[in-house]
């Protein structure tokens, strides 16, 4: 079975960009969430999408978004980017709602870079 | 606010001796704990979980111990093999108040020296 994909896996852009990372979920996986980790603060739970919906957010300013298609895909788009936007971007997936005790499997991240 | 600590950034363990890693957390709504191992790019996987109507569970090298009322749970790994150097993180939730993702905390990186 695949695992989690994304891609890009590296990424280059300038303050001001914008910028959408996409995330193809394991088959048969309904729920994704996206994280951001920088090394002053570990793994950041951005937003998770269960059968299209976002069912969590977290403590992220509006110009980060994201979305999930009807194959589960996902896709997070980060507009005017900042330098501190600077991060390894990590998806999961799971069968069922990520905190509801299932494995969460992640994808190898997004390396972003803003300069 | 922190609710889910790992107060080692690092740790360094001869090869076959005890690594201890540890987590500390705040919110007593937590009830479900989970540690990932991270090496270098490459995304976490899942290495080993506890509920908290337990307070040890035990797979394989790896046990997870939970201390509720300190709030406290340490990943041991016995014996530590070199494949074992990575980046550890804990990770907690609380299942039974909804749906809530996932808190993870800094990480904690594992050397083990042959």
């Known amino acids: 079975k695949a695992g989690v994909t994304q891609t890009p896996r590296y990424l280059i852009k300038t303050r001001g960009q914008q910028v959408t990372l996409s995330c193809s979920p394991i088959?048969?996986?309904?729920?994704v969430s996206w994280y951001q980790q920088t090394p002053g603060q570990g793994l950041q739970f951005l937003f998770e999408?269960?059968?299209?919906?976002?069912?969590n957010k977290g403590n992220f300013p509006g110009r980060f978004s994201g979305r999930q298609f009807s194959n589960s895909r996902s896709e997070m788009n980060v507009s005017t980017l900042e330098l501190g936007d600077s991060a390894l971007y990590l998806c999961?997936?799971?069968?069922?709602?990520?905190?509801?005790?299932?494995?969460?499997?992640f994808g190898p991240g997004t390396r972003l870079t803003v300069l | 606010d922190q609710q889910v600590k790992q107060n080692s950034p690092s740790l360094s363990v001869q090869e076959g001796r005890i690594s201890i890693l540890n987590c500390d957390y705040t919110?007593?709504?937590?009830?479900?704990f989970l540690w990932y191992k991270k090496y270098p790019a490459e995304g976490p996987t899942f290495l080993i979980s506890i509920s908290s109507i337990k307070d040890k569970n035990e797979d394989g090298r790896f046990t997870v111990f939970l201390n509720k009322s300190a709030k406290h749970l340490s990943l041991h790994i016995v014996p530590s093999q070199p494949g074992d150097s990575a980046v550890y993180f804990c990770?907690?939730?609380?299942?039974?108040?909804?749906?809530?993702?996932?808190?993870f905390g800094k990480g904690t990186r594992l050397s083990v020296i042959a």
């Open positions: 088959s048969g996986h309904r729920s």
């Open positions: 990770a907690a939730s609380a299942f039974n108040s909804g749906n809530t993702p996932l808190v």
């Open positions: 999408y269960f059968s299209e919906t976002q069912r």
């Open positions: 919110n007593s709504m937590f009830d479900y």
């Open positions: 999961a997936s799971s069968l069922g709602l990520a905190g509801h005790t299932d494995t969460q499997y």
